[in-house]
């Protein structure tokens, strides 16, 4: 881990959604430790300044991928990053999702929107050992079939059962309609023998955690990723604080044990 930007080149470019990219990146001397599915990098837009983005993709070269939705200054840089570019990443940062606990049980994937980038990892490691896990299952919803990400990825992992939805479709669409929480009765999974991993939105996150527990998923094997405004990484600035939590060094990723009780609590 270094606290000063690492140059990495963007070697690839593929829009996802009308405001969102992925950005495949090499670097262009020594790499950066290796990540984890779960963790995170900063992500340095020279001229602009830097955000926290989890890893989308983890290559043996030492490259990796960025998701990254434009909702700002410096997202709204990283979007417009073009192939030939340099970006700055210092990282990794934050805990993992932490998939080898899963070992030998059913591992349940639940993402909202974006949400699915830092999961993917986690996905293609599971199906990438099918005989370490049980039943692979991904559930994916969106607000609108605009907003999906990876759509052709998703109908190229035949040995998962997925399923996605949307809240509200448009006129091409043919798949299922509501909120992603729905799909939960239909998938293949043990509850008491299941490991869960969801990151999204947070009424999602709150919606779909509570739903799992209550079907027997215990708390501990529900692991979420948790959001707030990161600033240094390095668990300093205190701007990440979620109650007793310094996000950016505790988490993102936490099970639902410790985040049910705080994001529990209204505006914390």
Known sequence: MTAVPVPYLVVDRRRETEES?????EPVAEALDDFAPGQFAMVHCFGRGEIPLSVS???????LAHTIRNVGAVSDGLCAARVGDLLGLRGPYGTSWELDRARGRDVLVVAGGIGLA????????????????????VLVGARTPGDLIAREEI?????????????????EWRGDVGVVTQLLGRAPFDPAGTWAFVCGPEPMIRATARELADRGVPKERIRVSLERNMRCATGHCGHCQLGPLLVCRDGPVAGWDVAEPLLSVREL
């Open 118 to 137: 830092p999961l993917r990892p986690l996905i293609l490691s599971a199906l990438a050992e099918p005989e370490a896990y049980g039943r692979v299952s």
């Open 57 to 63: 993709s983890v290559q043996t070269t030492g490259g």
């Open 21 to 25: 990219v992925t950005l495949r990146l």
């Open 155 to 171: 109908e190229s992992w035949p040995t998962a059962y997925t399923r996605v939805m949307v809240d509200w479709p448009d006129k």
